[in-house]
Protein backbone atom coordinates (compact mmCIF):
# COMPACT_ATOMS: atom_id res chain seq x y z
CA UNK A 1 0.00 0.00 0.00
CA UNK A 2 2.86 2.61 1.08
CA UNK A 3 4.52 1.63 -2.31
CA UNK A 4 1.19 2.83 -4.15
CA UNK A 5 0.76 5.85 -2.24
CA UNK A 6 4.83 6.95 -2.78
CA UNK A 7 3.80 6.45 -6.97
CA UNK A 8 0.35 8.86 -6.59
CA UNK A 9 2.78 11.40 -4.66
CA UNK A 10 5.59 11.43 -7.36
CA UNK A 11 2.24 11.67 -10.16
CA UNK A 12 1.05 14.71 -8.08
CA UNK A 13 4.51 16.53 -8.54
CA UNK A 14 4.52 16.38 -12.19
CA UNK A 15 3.80 20.09 -13.43
CA UNK A 16 3.38 20.82 -16.98
CA UNK A 17 5.86 23.36 -18.68
CA UNK A 18 4.40 26.73 -18.48
CA UNK A 19 2.29 27.30 -21.99
CA UNK A 20 2.40 23.55 -22.82
CA UNK A 21 -1.43 23.77 -21.93
CA UNK A 22 -2.40 26.28 -24.50
CA UNK A 23 -0.30 25.03 -27.11
CA UNK A 24 -1.97 21.63 -27.25
CA UNK A 25 -5.28 23.43 -26.13
CA UNK A 26 -7.24 22.24 -29.88
CA UNK A 27 -5.09 19.14 -30.48
CA UNK A 28 -7.08 16.30 -31.98
CA UNK A 29 -6.92 13.04 -30.89
CA UNK A 30 -4.03 10.94 -31.80
CA UNK A 31 -2.38 7.17 -30.91
CA UNK A 32 0.29 8.93 -29.43
CA UNK A 33 -1.30 11.56 -27.23
CA UNK A 34 -1.76 11.57 -23.66
CA UNK A 35 -4.99 13.23 -22.49
CA UNK A 36 -4.37 15.82 -19.18
CA UNK A 37 -6.63 17.71 -17.69
CA UNK A 38 -5.42 21.23 -16.95
CA UNK A 39 -7.45 24.06 -15.18
CA UNK A 40 -9.25 26.77 -16.99
CA UNK A 41 -7.54 29.12 -14.92
CA UNK A 42 -4.54 28.28 -16.17
CA UNK A 43 -5.96 28.28 -19.87
CA UNK A 44 -6.84 31.89 -19.24
CA UNK A 45 -3.58 32.55 -17.07
CA UNK A 46 -1.42 31.44 -20.31
CA UNK A 47 -3.47 33.41 -23.35
CA UNK A 48 -3.30 36.58 -21.27
CA UNK A 49 0.80 36.09 -20.75
CA UNK A 50 1.42 35.98 -24.02
CA UNK A 51 -0.79 38.63 -25.34
CA UNK A 52 1.09 40.74 -22.02
CA UNK A 53 4.16 39.33 -23.95
CA UNK A 54 3.12 40.34 -27.01
CA UNK A 55 2.61 44.07 -25.95
CA UNK A 56 6.16 44.26 -24.05
CA UNK A 57 7.85 43.39 -27.66
CA UNK A 58 5.85 45.95 -29.02
CA UNK A 59 7.06 48.55 -26.04
CA UNK A 60 10.43 47.41 -26.94
CA UNK A 61 10.48 48.15 -30.27
CA UNK A 62 9.30 51.27 -29.80
CA UNK A 63 12.05 52.05 -27.70
CA UNK A 64 14.61 50.77 -29.80
CA UNK A 65 13.31 53.87 -31.88
CA UNK A 66 12.45 56.14 -29.36
CA UNK A 67 15.62 55.22 -27.25
CA UNK A 68 13.52 55.77 -24.12
CA UNK A 69 14.66 54.09 -20.84
CA UNK A 70 13.44 51.63 -18.28
CA UNK A 71 14.92 50.67 -14.94
CA UNK A 72 12.44 48.41 -12.83
CA UNK A 73 13.66 47.58 -9.55
CA UNK A 74 12.11 44.31 -7.79
CA UNK A 75 11.92 44.01 -4.19
CA UNK A 76 10.14 41.79 -1.25
CA UNK A 77 10.93 38.98 0.80
CA UNK A 78 12.42 36.23 0.07
CA UNK A 79 10.10 33.54 -2.02
CA UNK A 80 7.67 36.81 -3.37
CA UNK A 81 7.73 35.89 -6.66
CA UNK A 82 10.24 38.44 -8.17
CA UNK A 83 12.53 36.23 -10.14
CA UNK A 84 9.25 34.40 -11.71
CA UNK A 85 8.14 37.59 -13.01
CA UNK A 86 11.03 38.82 -14.46
CA UNK A 87 11.42 35.59 -15.92
CA UNK A 88 7.69 36.18 -17.64
CA UNK A 89 8.57 39.99 -18.72
CA UNK A 90 11.70 39.23 -20.46
CA UNK A 91 11.15 35.88 -22.02
CA UNK A 92 10.41 37.29 -25.53
CA UNK A 93 12.27 40.49 -25.87
CA UNK A 94 15.13 40.82 -27.29
CA UNK A 95 18.60 40.19 -25.30
CA UNK A 96 20.48 43.12 -26.99
CA UNK A 97 18.62 45.65 -24.95
CA UNK A 98 17.33 43.35 -22.26
CA UNK A 99 19.48 43.04 -18.94
CA UNK A 100 18.84 41.54 -15.51
CA UNK A 101 21.11 42.69 -13.18
CA UNK A 102 21.20 40.63 -9.74
CA UNK A 103 24.83 41.63 -8.24
CA UNK A 104 26.10 39.39 -5.84
CA UNK A 105 28.01 40.41 -2.41
CA UNK A 106 30.24 43.74 -2.93
CA UNK A 107 33.93 42.30 -3.39
CA UNK A 108 36.57 44.06 -0.96
CA UNK A 109 36.99 47.08 -3.70
CA UNK A 110 33.28 47.60 -4.31
CA UNK A 111 33.09 47.80 -0.34
CA UNK A 112 35.34 50.55 -0.19
CA UNK A 113 33.38 52.83 -2.93
CA UNK A 114 30.55 54.81 -2.61
CA UNK A 115 27.55 52.51 -2.38
CA UNK A 116 25.54 53.29 -4.57
CA UNK A 117 28.55 52.98 -7.49
CA UNK A 118 28.13 49.40 -8.65
CA UNK A 119 24.61 50.35 -8.95
CA UNK A 120 24.66 53.45 -11.08
CA UNK A 121 27.11 51.31 -13.85
CA UNK A 122 24.27 48.78 -14.57
CA UNK A 123 21.67 51.49 -15.78
CA UNK A 124 20.32 51.38 -19.29
CA UNK A 125 21.20 53.15 -21.94
CA UNK A 126 18.94 54.46 -25.20
CA UNK A 127 16.72 51.64 -25.79
CA UNK A 128 17.47 49.34 -23.13
CA UNK A 129 15.60 47.42 -20.43
CA UNK A 130 17.07 46.81 -17.43
CA UNK A 131 15.39 44.80 -14.27
CA UNK A 132 17.21 44.98 -11.05
CA UNK A 133 16.69 41.27 -9.34
CA UNK A 134 16.90 43.01 -5.63
CA UNK A 135 18.72 46.53 -5.95
CA UNK A 136 20.39 49.14 -3.74
CA UNK A 137 17.47 48.36 -1.44
CA UNK A 138 19.00 45.69 0.12
CA UNK A 139 20.66 48.35 2.49
CA UNK A 140 17.14 49.01 3.42
CA UNK A 141 16.00 45.68 4.52
CA UNK A 142 18.43 42.54 4.17
CA UNK A 143 21.11 44.21 5.51
CA UNK A 144 20.19 45.64 8.04
CA UNK A 145 18.46 42.94 9.40
CA UNK A 146 20.66 40.71 9.03
CA UNK A 147 23.56 42.85 10.53
CA UNK A 148 25.47 43.42 7.71
CA UNK A 149 25.62 47.38 7.42
CA UNK A 150 25.80 49.77 10.26
CA UNK A 151 22.81 51.94 11.61
CA UNK A 152 24.46 54.51 10.20
CA UNK A 153 24.81 53.28 7.07
CA UNK A 154 21.51 52.42 6.55
CA UNK A 155 20.02 55.77 8.14
CA UNK A 156 22.28 57.58 5.69
CA UNK A 157 21.11 55.12 2.62
CA UNK A 158 16.94 56.00 3.22
CA UNK A 159 18.09 59.64 2.80
CA UNK A 160 20.39 59.05 -0.26
CA UNK A 161 18.14 56.99 -2.22
CA UNK A 162 15.52 59.58 -2.89
CA UNK A 163 17.65 62.14 -4.15
CA UNK A 164 19.87 59.52 -6.22
CA UNK A 165 16.35 58.36 -8.01
CA UNK A 166 15.22 61.90 -8.48
CA UNK A 167 18.40 62.30 -10.54
CA UNK A 168 17.81 59.62 -12.64
CA UNK A 169 13.98 60.26 -13.51
CA UNK A 170 15.05 63.79 -14.01
CA UNK A 171 17.51 62.40 -16.60
CA UNK A 172 14.53 60.46 -18.42
CA UNK A 173 14.64 57.32 -17.05
CA UNK A 174 11.60 55.39 -16.91
CA UNK A 175 11.50 54.12 -13.08
CA UNK A 176 9.54 51.26 -11.55
CA UNK A 177 9.90 50.36 -7.45
CA UNK A 178 8.37 47.42 -7.44
CA UNK A 179 7.94 45.45 -3.85
CA UNK A 180 6.30 42.13 -4.41
CA UNK A 181 3.92 40.86 -0.97
CA UNK A 182 3.75 37.60 0.48
CA UNK A 183 2.03 36.53 3.43
CA UNK A 184 4.40 34.43 6.05
CA UNK A 185 1.88 31.71 5.69
CA UNK A 186 3.10 30.89 1.56
CA UNK A 187 6.68 32.19 2.14
CA UNK A 188 7.05 28.90 3.95
CA UNK A 189 5.30 26.94 1.58
CA UNK A 190 7.46 27.89 -0.64
CA UNK A 191 10.52 26.99 1.36
CA UNK A 192 9.70 24.04 2.28
CA UNK A 193 8.63 23.06 -1.85
CA UNK A 194 12.03 24.28 -2.17
CA UNK A 195 13.97 21.87 -0.04
CA UNK A 196 11.85 18.91 -1.83
CA UNK A 197 12.19 20.01 -5.41
CA UNK A 198 15.85 19.84 -7.25
CA UNK A 199 15.10 22.57 -9.80
CA UNK A 200 14.51 24.78 -6.71
CA UNK A 201 17.07 23.82 -4.40
CA UNK A 202 19.66 26.34 -5.74
CA UNK A 203 17.58 29.65 -4.44
CA UNK A 204 18.08 28.28 -1.07
CA UNK A 205 20.03 30.44 0.67
CA UNK A 206 21.31 31.00 4.59
CA UNK A 207 19.05 34.22 4.52
CA UNK A 208 16.10 31.98 3.45
CA UNK A 209 16.27 29.81 6.64
CA UNK A 210 16.08 33.36 8.46
CA UNK A 211 13.38 35.00 7.06
CA UNK A 212 10.62 33.65 8.88
CA UNK A 213 12.41 33.94 12.36
CA UNK A 214 12.75 37.26 11.48
CA UNK A 215 9.50 38.35 9.77
CA UNK A 216 8.80 40.94 12.13
CA UNK A 217 11.81 42.84 11.91
CA UNK A 218 11.77 42.91 8.11
CA UNK A 219 8.47 44.30 8.73
CA UNK A 220 9.49 47.39 10.82
CA UNK A 221 12.45 47.91 8.24
CA UNK A 222 9.85 47.58 4.94
CA UNK A 223 7.91 50.42 7.11
CA UNK A 224 10.93 52.60 7.24
CA UNK A 225 11.82 52.39 3.76
CA UNK A 226 7.87 53.04 2.33
CA UNK A 227 8.29 56.21 4.94
CA UNK A 228 11.52 57.26 4.02
CA UNK A 229 11.45 56.33 0.42
CA UNK A 230 8.11 56.75 -1.53
CA UNK A 231 8.22 59.71 -3.28
CA UNK A 232 6.14 61.50 -5.78
CA UNK A 233 8.78 61.35 -8.22
CA UNK A 234 9.83 57.53 -7.23
CA UNK A 235 6.82 56.05 -5.82
CA UNK A 236 6.76 51.95 -4.90
CA UNK A 237 4.21 49.90 -6.30
CA UNK A 238 3.18 46.70 -4.04
CA UNK A 239 2.20 43.69 -5.80
CA UNK A 240 0.19 40.77 -3.81
CA UNK A 241 1.98 38.12 -4.55
CA UNK A 242 0.47 35.34 -2.49
CA UNK A 243 -1.15 33.95 -5.85
CA UNK A 244 2.34 34.15 -8.16
CA UNK A 245 0.49 34.19 -11.37
CA UNK A 246 -1.73 37.27 -10.51
CA UNK A 247 0.98 38.95 -9.61
CA UNK A 248 3.12 38.47 -12.92
CA UNK A 249 0.21 39.02 -14.79
CA UNK A 250 -0.55 42.78 -12.78
CA UNK A 251 3.14 43.77 -12.91
CA UNK A 252 3.63 43.17 -16.78
CA UNK A 253 -0.12 45.39 -17.07
CA UNK A 254 1.65 47.87 -14.30
CA UNK A 255 4.41 48.59 -16.41
CA UNK A 256 2.54 48.79 -20.04
CA UNK A 257 0.00 50.96 -18.67
CA UNK A 258 2.62 53.48 -17.88
CA UNK A 259 4.60 53.41 -21.29
CA UNK A 260 3.37 55.04 -24.50
CA UNK A 261 4.06 53.12 -27.92
CA UNK A 262 3.01 52.08 -30.67
CA UNK A 263 -0.05 49.97 -31.11
CA UNK A 264 -0.88 49.69 -27.67
CA UNK A 265 -3.92 47.64 -26.49
CA UNK A 266 -7.06 49.52 -25.42
CA UNK A 267 -6.98 50.13 -21.52
CA UNK A 268 -9.77 47.64 -20.91
CA UNK A 269 -6.90 44.80 -22.04
CA UNK A 270 -4.23 46.66 -19.72
CA UNK A 271 -5.61 47.80 -16.37
CA UNK A 272 -4.25 46.42 -13.04
CA UNK A 273 -6.34 44.74 -10.58
CA UNK A 274 -6.37 47.14 -7.75
CA UNK A 275 -6.85 43.94 -5.48
CA UNK A 276 -3.29 42.63 -6.33
CA UNK A 277 -1.83 46.43 -7.68
CA UNK A 278 -1.28 48.58 -4.06
CA UNK A 279 -0.34 52.21 -4.38
CA UNK A 280 3.05 52.50 -1.68
CA UNK A 281 0.98 55.40 -0.09
CA UNK A 282 -1.80 52.80 0.94
CA UNK A 283 0.73 50.17 2.06
CA UNK A 284 2.06 52.60 4.18
CA UNK A 285 -1.52 54.08 5.67
CA UNK A 286 -2.45 49.96 6.22
CA UNK A 287 0.84 49.18 7.94
CA UNK A 288 0.70 52.26 10.30
CA UNK A 289 -3.09 51.13 11.04
CA UNK A 290 -1.93 47.69 12.25
CA UNK A 291 2.12 48.27 13.24
CA UNK A 292 1.14 47.05 16.90
CA UNK A 293 -0.54 43.61 15.25
CA UNK A 294 1.87 42.32 13.43
CA UNK A 295 -0.51 39.35 11.93
CA UNK A 296 -2.65 41.73 10.33
CA UNK A 297 -0.06 43.11 8.23
CA UNK A 298 0.63 41.88 4.87
CA UNK A 299 4.14 39.95 3.74
Known amino acids: MAKNNKKSDEKREINLLEGTAMRNRDAKKEDDRVAVWVKESDLAYEAELKVLQIELMKLQQHMQKSGERILAIFEGRDAAGKGGTIQRIITNLNPRNTRVVALTKPNETEQSQWYFQRYIEELPHAGEIVLFDRSWYNRAMVEPVMGFCTDEQNKRFLKDAPMVEELLVKDGIK ?75 NCMKFILASMNYTDKLSDKHLTPDSKIIISGIDELQHMQKNLLSPDKLHG
Open 175 to 249: LFKFYFSVSKEIQKERFDARKVDPLKQYKLSPVDNLAQKYWDQYSVRKFQMLSETNRSLSPWTIIRSDDKKMARI
